[in-house]
């Protein structure tokens, strides 16, 4: 592999960064390739699931399956945007509507009580029965005006998140 | 030590939980889902950007892949009388000095062989001299090894002694290390067997010196290689053990967690550490990238291994220490004298995956979370 940013043409950075919505800086977007091309280490244009769970950070995160889901086969360019949720200039609605995505597998845009059911099985393992799960989630819902036949669609999750400040942000390193 | 394949994972064995102290002590992000107050909701169910956040910045950047990033050297012949020079230190390197250096490297081999194949048949009697002999001569074969570098190395402290139970480890950026330590004094340095021609030299020459063979992939290979250590570290006569502890090459500017099987052998551990100086040449062996012959001609043509040796203050176990914080207190020690920024990673996580049970941990922290508030109503 030699000097990665030279692949990389100022045409490239700029389609890259309309793409994701200004959501990286130039040079960001430089350094993500750099990390992009370490990542993909047998230079398919894309990382494979095997290539991300390499990370070790990465393999304990409960919710890796799900979102290597999404990661699956994306290219540069889609792979930047996958991340632009994360950046500070993105806005609540793009961070939640991130959060979204990662619960409507299915993508229809709807989530149902077995979507979130399933999240909180990944994120709570064995330590949790199943029962109990279903009743917390029933509860919580419950109080909040939902039931458990109800579909979240996009506006619900706003409302619902829309006003815990969500923190989701990442640097990424600029040599 | 490091295999040559290119990353194979295999289930993470046993030994990998064994080995490592809580890795949530180092982790900067600490215990994921925060300590919300008060009754459950919805939004705290939904909420679930911390563990995001975590997993886009492991994707973004990572500890332990900065460990074994060697960096390319950047070019320097970029314009139009450096270009010139360049070519001429180009020619210069393969035309000239690699010649020279394969020529040096025939000589020593084959002084040592004609000394060495002798002294091994025919001096099968007398165990000490034929001991001292074969020590001298694997000395020799490797300064002109360091020779066919041209390898300057500085090295500090006091030399090591040959004394009964002691162990000397080191950090470990490539297997020169050993050839660069065992020039200085010899060694019975613990290796992972190679195939090649490496495995030949490890099963004749280097058995002679009383190096001890695992094989990284045997689950219960552990148990042989503990008994053999502490059976050789316990023999008043053997070459002093030389174990390099982080279990692979890494890349000389981190280091990764230490494996306590060093520290378990109740001998006192005298630590070296080894820091190559990079502008000559970047000595660290990307196993994934290079086989070891590559590795040895890169470094036959370049212009020199530069390199610091410091043999530091043995050290034993405190009373109240456990192997694995020994093992920490020495590889902080080494760090901190070699120039290392520290990672809370096992090496073998090259090769095979973090245990189940760190994803285990984050799991109960938030199921008891969540129970506990829910009981708050």
């Known amino acids: 592999m030699g000097n990665t940013s030279s692949m990389l043409t100022q045409y490239d950075i700029e389609e890259v960064q309309q ?23 047998n230079g398919g244009g894309f990382v494979s699931g095997e290539e991300f769970l ?14 290597l889901t999404m990661l699956d086969g994306l290219n540069f360019k889609e792979f930047v945007a996958f991340l632009s949720a994360f950046s500070p200039r993105a ?27 399933d999240v909180l099985h990944d994120l709570t393992g064995q330590f949790i029965s199943e029962h109990q799960r279903e009743q917390v989630l029933t509860k919580v819902l419950e109080e909040a005006g939902y039931t458990k036949e109800s579909l979240l669609v996009m506006s619900d999750f706003v409302k619902i998140l829309g006003s815990s400040g969500l923190k989701m942000e990442v640097e990424v390193p600029v040599d | 030590m490091s295999s040559g394949k290119g990353g194979e994972l295999i289930p993470s064995s046993s030994e990998l939980d064994l080995d490592r102290p809580n890795i949530e002590d180092y982790l900067p992000s600490g215990s994921s889902i925060q300590e919300p107050l008060g009754k459950l909701r919805l939004c705290d169910l939904l909420d679930i950007s911390p563990t995001l956040t975590e997993a886009a910045g492991a994707i973004v950047d990572d500890s332990f892949t900065r460990c074994f990033k060697s960096n390319p050297p950047e070019p320097w012949n970029w314009n139009v009388y450096l270009f010139p020079l360049w070519c001429c230190g180009v020619v210069i390197r393969y035309l000239i000095l690699f010649p020279v250096r ?32 074969e020590r001298a001569l694997v000395e020799l074969i490797c300064s002109f090894f ?56 490890q099963s004749t020459i280097l058995e002679s010196v009383g190096c001890i063979w695992f094989n990284r992939t045997e689950a219960k290979d552990r148990e042989t290689v503990t008994k053999k250590l502490r059976e ?4 008043v006569d053997n070459n002093p053990l030389l174990i390099f502890p982080e279990g692979t090459c890494v890349n000389n500017q981190y280091s990764v967690m230490f494996k306590k099987g060093a520290f378990e052998l109740g001998c006192t551990i005298c630590p070296i550490a080894i820091k190559y100086n990079k ?5 660290f062996w990307n ?54 920024k520290k990672v809370p990673w096992d090496g073998y996580l090259k090769y095979s995956r973090p245990s189940p049970k760190h994803r285990e941990r984050k799991q109960q922290s938030f199921a008891e979370s969540v129970l506990r508030r829910l009981e708050e109503n």
């Open chain 1, 19 to 41: 793409h994701c919505n200004n959501a990286f800086s130039q040079q960001e977007i430089v350094s993500l390739y750099e990390r992009f091309c370490q990542l993909d280490r």
């Open chain 1, 54 to 67: 390499s990370v070790p950070e990465f393999a304990v995160n409960p919710l890796s399956q799900r979102l």
């Open chain 1, 91 to 117: 806005t609540v609605q793009q961070k939640i509507e991130f959060i979204f995505k990662v619960y409507d597998s299915d993508g229809n845009g709807k989530v149902t009580f077995n979507d979130m059911l």
């Open chain 2, 102 to 133: 394969v020529i040096v490297l025939t000589v020593g081999w084959i002084i040592f062989l004609s000394c060495f194949i002798p002294v091994h048949l025919l001096l099968k009697g007398h165990d000490k001299l034929q001991k001292n002999m």
């Open chain 2, 146 to 201: 360091v020779a066919s570098w041209t390898g300057v190395i500085n090295y500090h402290g006091p030399r090591p002694s040959m004394r009964p139970k002691q162990v000397f480890v080191a950090n470990h950026t490539s297997m020169i290390d050993f050839i660069i330590l065992e020039q200085m004094s010899s060694f019975a340095v613990i290796m992972q067997k190679h195939p090649g021609w490496v495995g030949l030299l």
């Open chain 2, 232 to 235: 050789h570290s316990q023999g």
């Open chain 2, 279 to 283: 502008i000559f040449v970047d000595a």
């Open chain 2, 287 to 340: 196993s994934r990238k290079q086989s070891f012959t590559m590795h040895l001609l890169q470094l036959m043509t370049s212009w020199a291994v530069v390199c610091d040796v410091w043999y530091l203050e043995p050290q034993n176990l405190r009373p109240d220490e456990t192997p694995i914080e020994f093992a920490e207190r020495v590889r902080d020690i080494i760090s901190v004298r070699a120039g290392l």
